[in-house]
């Protein structure tokens, strides 16, 4: 089945700096990826979906980009302030329409 | 905009009792789906549930799970008996169509603690 894999685990920078996460999936039928934002004590926000036929989308400081070729989703946050601490999810579903989440990324932004 | 409820936020119970997590899906959405995340782990599928069936399961969805929305009521997951390695966060989530490119609405989850 599908693998993904997410790194770095922890990402610690300072305010201003840019913060760049990035999973790796293995199914290359994977269709819609997306990522998720899990602040402590609640669920999970949906911050940006991008279909399979998307390699790049921008919304309000946020980059998704996606490599279909190296099968490798990014996430950049331009400029991070401390409000961007969170742990940082991947999530590809593939044509069965199940999703697979990566491992999370702990971000800590500094003011 | 569309949000899905769980509750209780937090349940502790002790090991062998019955316990029942309750999502109230979206109102018009079909799909619904239970995931688990133990603490400091990654989510993983449980199961999805549409028409009053169980569409798909993974290995972690046991025997003594199992789910139901009765007179399109609560969505719940039923463990029963608990085991220490149930602990863990449940999300619920809800979809209109199930369709592969469409979004799944997650609720804040019910943190489940087996003593």
């Known amino acids: 089945g599908e693998q993904v894999e997410q790194r770095p685990p922890h990402l610690s920078v300072r305010e201003g700096d840019s913060a760049i996460i990035i999973c790796t999936y293995t199914d290359s039928a994977t269709a819609y990826f997306s990522w998720y934002k899990q602040e402590a004590g609640a669920g999970l926000q949906l911050l940006m979906s991008?279909?399979?036929?998307?390699d790049r989308k921008e919304e309000q400081g946020l980059t998704v980009l996606l490599n279909k070729k190296d099968k490798r989703l990014s996430l950049n946050l331009t400029a991070a302030h401390p409000g961007d601490s969170a742990v940082y999810f991947c999530?590809?579903?593939?044509?069965?329409?199940?999703?697979?989440f990566g491992d999370g990324t702990q971000l800590v932004v500094k003011p | 905009g569309p949000k899905v409820l769980q509750i209780p936020s937090h349940q502790i119970i002790d090991m062998g009792q019955m316990v029942t997590l309750n999502c109230d899906p979206v109102s018009n959405h079909l799909y619904f789906y239970w995931y688990k995340q133990i603490l400091g782990q990654q989510m993983e599928f449980l199961v999805n549930f549409y028409n009053g069936k169980v569409m798909e399961k993974s290995k972690l969805f046991k025997d003594q799970f199992s789910v139901e929305r009765p007179d399109g009521s609560y969505f719940t997951l039923k463990i029963q008996p608990t085991a220490l390695e149930d602990s863990a966060v449940y999300f619920c989530a809800s979809s209109l169509e199930g369709h592969t490119n469409e979004r799944l609405f997650f609720g804040h989850g019910t943190k489940l603690s087996v003593l």
């Open positions: 999530a590809v579903k593939n044509s069965n329409n199940r999703i697979f």
């Open positions: 991008v279909l399979s036929n998307v």
